[in-house]
């Protein structure tokens, strides 16, 4: 089976946007290209791959609905306000259809809890419960790796909530990740987090 996911975890990891427009190019299936435009639209900004967003219909399993929900939810941070409410609902029912289907797919959880970390606390949003998530997250990559998540995902992520926290030791726990000489998405995001 050939498949983006066969390389996208490298080629995000390396902040290769053009690998990944390739990739979105060859993208055979809805699954696919939702997946592909997840990971290139946080590199590239570009609007033309959160524009005419597929329709729910074409999702398929809870993966489906995490990567669209995060979509929506990339759409909702680029819309002008008037936007924001209907483009920020429709993300968060999408995520919680994935989540119905299966609460413990690595994409769902990986999402969720992206999404807490950035939604505002007056909308739910919870820099606690998305490291809780992150961390389970952690947890089931290492029983059951997944293509288009890199294991070293979520340890970043961890660092990022623990520092937004306030957490003692983060600098500790950044400098152990970057001995461990990251990729350079994620070298360039612990040393000049956004």
């Known amino acids: ?4 996911t066969d390389t996208l975890a490298t080629l ?3 902040n290769d946007a053009s690998g990944l427009a390739r990739l979105h190019a060859e993208a055979l299936t809805a699954s696919d290209d939702l997946l592909v435009r997840y990971r290139l639209y946080p590199l590239t900004e570009d609007s033309r791959y959160i524009t005419d967003l597929p329709d729910e219909t074409d999702c398929h399993s ?10 929506w939810g990339y759409r909702a941070a680029a819309a ?53 998530g992150f961390e389970k997250l952690r947890d089931v990559l290492r029983e059951h790796p997944t293509p288009g998540i890199s294991p070293y995902e979520p340890e970043v992520w961890i660092w990022y ?24 998405l994620f070298r360039q995001f612990l040393i000049d987090p956004p």
């Open 1 to 4: 089976l050939m498949s983006p």
């Open 80 to 132: 002008p306000p008037w936007r924001l409410p209907a483009y920020g609902l429709r993300s968060v029912d999408l995520l919680e259809r994935g989540h119905r289907l299966d609460p413990g797919d690595p994409y769902v959880l990986l999402v969720e809890a992206q999404s807490l970390l950035y939604r505002p606390r007056l909308f739910g949003g919870s820099t606690e419960a998305a490291l809780a």
């Open 62 to 71: 809870a993966q489906d609905y995490a990567l669209l929900a995060a979509l």
């Open 12 to 14: 995000y990891a390396d």
């Open 161 to 184: 909530c623990l520092r937004k926290l306030g957490r003692p030791n983060t600098d500790r726990i950044r400098d152990r990740l970057l001995a461990d000489h990251p990729p350079p």
